[in-house]
Nanobody, 125 residues
């Protein structure tokens, strides 16, 4: 059974950086797209970024463009979310997910079938 485990969250000051990792066990990322979503307290889970690895196409929500970068390490069966210039509004639990979404669903939760447990990111001074 495929499982995802996120790590790398923590407390960081505004302007700081974190790198989240999402490791897959029981399978590989081959043939899948991977997504990152986040959920802040009292808010719905929202799309952050995704990688369609078959075509190496990356997707980002507007608020993180230029600050966040998605990447993949095939040898480690791990995908990453590098987050730079973090802002207090980035505070949330971050989730990774895999699936085979089509273009119209790659930014939606419904495009993914397996989710990690989430990792907390807190941006505060």
């Amino acid at each position: 059974q495929v499982q995802l485990v996120e790590s790398g969250g923590g407390l960081v000051q505004p302007g700081g950086s974190l790198r989240l990792s999402c490791a897959i066990s029981g399978g590989t990322f081959s043939g899948y797209s991977t997504g990152w979503f986040r959920q802040a307290p009292g808010k719905e889970r929202e799309f952050v970024a995704a990688g369609r690895w078959g075509t190496n196409t990356l997707y980002y929500t507007d608020s993180v463009k230029g600050r966040f970068t998605v990447s993949r390490d095939n040898a480690r069966n791990t995908v990453y979310l590098q987050m730079n210039n973090l802002k207090p509004d980035d505070t949330a639990v971050y989730f990774c997910a895999i699936g085979r979404p089509i273009t119209s669903t790659i930014r939606t939760m419904g495009g993914y079938r397996t989710w990690g447990q989430g990792t907390q990111v807190t941006v505060a001074s």
